[in-house]
Nanobody
Framework: QVQLVESGGGLVQAGDSLRLSCAASGRTFSYYPMGWFRQTPGKEREFIASISPSGGRTDYADSVKGRFTISRDNAKSAVALQMNSLKPEDTAVYYC??????????????????WGQGTQVTVSS
């Protein structure tokens, strides 16, 4: 079992930046594709970004492309999400997730096996 813990959320104003971090337990972190998702009450969990085990390939949702950057540091067993030019629409609980089976479609929440508890990001106008 892998445990994931997100941190770095908070309250910011539109246009500000925020960096989220996700710390993972276990020695197999470097083999897992990782993803970031977000969710608001009453809505489905939304794909934000994913990154390959080596960090060489990344994918972003259209809503955040050009503003958010996903990265990982396998030596520290951590993945990060740098969020720039934040908008009120970005307000949500953000989750990091790990895929132990290396699924093909990393945009689907169903591809991930381990999830963190989430961190709240609130963007005011």
């Amino acid at each position: 079992q892998v445990q994931l813990v997100e941190s770095g959320g908070g309250l910011v104003q539109a246009g500000d930046s925020l960096r989220l971090s996700c710390a993972a337990s276990g020695r197999t972190f470097s083999y897992y594709p990782m993803g970031w998702f977000r969710q608001t009450p009453g809505k489905e969990r939304e794909f934000i970004a994913s990154i390959s085990p080596s960090g060489g390939r990344t994918d972003y949702a259209d809503s955040v492309k050009g503003r958010f950057t996903i990265s990982r540091d396998n030596a520290k067993s951590a993945v990060a999400l740098q969020m720039n030019s934040l908008k009120p629409e970005d307000t949500a609980v953000y989750y990091c997730a790990a895929d132990k089976n290396y699924s093909y479609n990393l945009r689907s929440s169903h591809s991930y096996d381990y999830w963190g508890q989430g961190t709240q990001v609130t963007v005011s106008s």
